[in-house]
């Protein structure tokens, strides 16, 4: 099998997209209407809510789709193992058998990690089919010379990640400079050759949802295979307005080219109850296929316990302390 039919296989059957010549435009006609995204989100929790079998089945669901992340200053490699271990066994047996799933193999959706210590998540991995994210580009702040960006990727890429989050340059957003954001978007793609590309925004930085709605159209021009909210590390992170003006803007480019594009929201979200509003989102914008980890994914760490104290509070009518479920 080519690189290209692999990669088509990789994504269910649908093409990467390729991305395709900067269309301002497209770009500066892009509207957000506040008050009515306002209600929409607001309307959410009231309109759209699971109970029982129901909610356990999305909460594992949603478990699939977790990035789960260490990025802390103290990581160290034994720290690194251990996350690696819970990505791949992230459910208790007993639990996972109590709710008649025992038998499938469920995994977290990747783990990520500074590029320091991706060949040591690589490692720990094999055998498991987890891919390993790498942060880069100078994350967080996105400030370093271009081409040690460049180089960081491709560093990535060598150490074995198959997904490398990039961090834009804010700057560009903030003085309209779309041709320069495409560039550098351009340049992140093909350094990652068949690694996967997920652009964070860093939408807390970008002050307006038209600037977030016009930063992901040209991420996606310019061949992004996910767009992302945050590096975890702004004042404000992921929030549901700010994805649904993300994940309009992922259905209108689908519609106008055909190609599918996946989204991250990350920061924040650490307790299950919010993640299910998350997937209420996605399914009703976007539609069933963007629910897999191929085209949405979780940048998170606390929510996977969560997730599974409340599978076990199904299991047993119990909440336990989230001591008894480390993750790393």
């Known amino acids: 099998m080519d690189k290209a039919a692999q990669a088509h296989a990789a994504n269910h059957g649908w093409p990467r997209n390729p991305g395709m010549e900067l269309d301002l435009g497209w770009v500066m006609d892009q509207r957000v209407n506040l008050s009515a995204g306002e209600r929409r989100v607001a309307s959410l929790p009231g309109r759209r809510t699971v109970k029982k079998e129901a909610q356990a089945a999305w909460l594992l669901k949603a478990l699939t789709c977790i990035d789960l992340t260490t990025l802390n200053g103290d990581d160290t490699a034994g720290r690194v193992r251990r996350l690696c271990a819970k990505a791949a066994n992230p459910v208790r047996q007993d639990l996972l058998d109590a709710i008649g799933m025992g038998d499938r193999r469920i995994t977290t959706g990747a783990v990520c990690v500074y590029h320091r210590f991706v060949a040591t998540a690589v490692e720990a991995l094999e055998g498991t089919g987890i891919p390993v994210a790498a942060v880069s580009t100078g994350f967080p702040a996105g400030l370093s010379p271009h081409e040690t960006k460049v180089k960081e990727i491709e560093a990535s890429v060598a150490d074995g990640a198959k997904e490398i989050d990039i961090v834009i340059t804010r700057e560009h957003v903030l003085t309209g400079n779309w041709e ?149």
């Open 180 to 328: 320069a954001l495409y560039r550098e978007m351009q340049d992140y793609r093909a350094a990652c050759g068949d690694a996967h590309v997920k652009a964070i925004l860093a939408t807390g930085d970008l002050k307006t949802l038209r600037n977030v709605a016009r930063a992901s159209i040209v991420c996606m021009m310019a061949g992004a295979d996910f767009i992302k909210t945050s590096t975890g590390k702004e004042g404000v992170n992921a929030t549901l307005l700010v994805t649904l003006t993300m994940i309009r803007t992922i259905r209108d480019y689908y519609e106008r080219t055909g190609y599918k594009v996946g989204y991250k929201p990350a920061g924040g979200i650490s307790a299950a109850k919010d993640v299910l509003n998350y997937q209420f989102l996605m399914k009703e914008e976007l539609g069933r296929e963007w629910l897999e980890p191929d085209l949405f994914r979780i940048g998170a760490s606390s929510l996977l316990a969560d997730i599974e104290r409340q599978l076990e509070h199904h299991v047993t009518g119990a909440y336990s302390a989230f001591v008894r479920h480390p993750i790393g």
